[in-house]
């Protein structure tokens, strides 16, 4: 592949197909793989960092239907399921008296310029269709896309507009999760295969509810079947470009914009994925917590965001203000943004009241930051992939000026956390 030029620095960059395996033939792909991504963690990269505090709220799996409230409940436990084990099995849908709460709640942290904090959404573009479905006696799988409603018998009077008014008043921010968040190709297997898996999904799905991750982890993520090689559990290019291609599509229709961010269910994502992103339109990829990973470009144009701090409360987490804001301190003085993750269970209210309690750890959290960093900047990806673009992001209140200087980084040399 020859020599890459990369700035002001030089670096030699490897041919899989130059490294010799058996009997001097190549190594086989999957081997090839790990190969370049171990020589890949040893280039330089160049990452982005910021001269003052800047906080993201990114939070997943919006628009997924789960538990059908209490209708639900007693359905599942008629038909032989003890839930509230885990919080996962309580996951319902959010309603438009919980997008209310949280859009009041948001308007009323501001930042150093005044401007509210904004809560990135990544959305889920279809769930289910559970009656079309039973006509066939839930033998095949189809889905209904949010243009065209909730599937069956699911109500949540009022969501859709919540999510729009709280879109045009500038609190809420969507983004792309994808279309089913598991695997349908996982599940197509166990459908065909027989036996007790079928039959788990059957009994959730006669009410109403695509699956419960916690207690069926073989149903993957949307892009990844867990139970194939390691070197296999990635769905093809040609599918992943599809299923993305697909979600855009009702993406746009709903929204009336392209998604600028996505974030792969359960974070996985691969160069396919970064690809088919990148061929429509999205400009960031959101990635899991666990290191101090700058933000930086990848060779489709995408940047990658790598969130700093998991708030769960939903999970019974103990979240202490004081704790959370030395581990916001700690990226900050590396010049890196807090990006905080929490899911929308956190702020489901229908079954359990889980939204509460979040508000009150987040309303505690936020305003400890506030105190302690006067001038911070509450941002969402679009604004920060600005920031790097441009030098400046748009926002209605007044501007502000952020340094964002370069610096070049190994994968090898991040710290985790």
Known sequence: MGIRSDGDETVEAVSLFSIPGRNGKPPPMSLARKIWNRCRNLLPVQGFFFDRPLVLLQSDDWGRVGLRDREGFDALGSAGLSLGEHPYDLYTLETAEDLSALSQFLKRH?????????????????????????????????????????????QRPG????YREGIDAGVFYPALHGSTHFCRRAAERQLAAGGERPALLRTLWKAG?????????????EYWDPELPADERFLSADVQASLIGAAVGIFAKFFATLPRSACAPGYR?????????????????????????????????????????????????????????????????????????????????????????????????????????????????GDLCDLVQFGAYAAESRSAQVAVSKRRFTRNSVIQR
Request: aromatic residues 12%; hydrophobic residues 40%; charged residues 20%.
């Open 110 to 154: 501001r930042d150093a310029t005044g401007r509210p904090a904004c809560l990135g959404m990544n959305f889920l573009t279809a769930n289910l269709d559970f009656a079309r479905m039973a006509d066939e006696d839930f033998r095949t799988i189809h889905l209904r896309p949010i243009t065209e409603g909730l599937p069956d018998p699911w």
């Open 159 to 162: 969501l859709f507009e919540a």
């Open 209 to 221: 509810t695509p699956y419960i991750h916690w207690r069926m982890p073989w149903i993957g993520y």
């Open 269 to 381: 994502a691969n160069r396919d994925t970064h690809r088919a992103w990148a061929q429509h339109g999205v400009r960031v990829a959101q990635n899991g917590t666990g290191t101090f990973t700058p933000p930086h470009l990848d060779d489709f144009g995408i940047l990658h965001l790598y969130r700093s701090l998991d708030f769960e409360p939903a999970l019974g987490e103990e979240l202490a203000a004081d704790a959370c804001v030395r581990q916001a301190g700690e990226y900050f003085a590396k010049g890196l943004p807090l990006i905080v993750s929490l899911h929308s269970i956190n702020f489901h209210s229908s079954v359990k009241d889980f939204r509460s309690r979040t508000l009150t750890l987040l309303d505690e959290f936020l305003s400890a930051l506030e105190a302690k960093y006067p001038d911070l900047l509450y941002l969402h990806d």
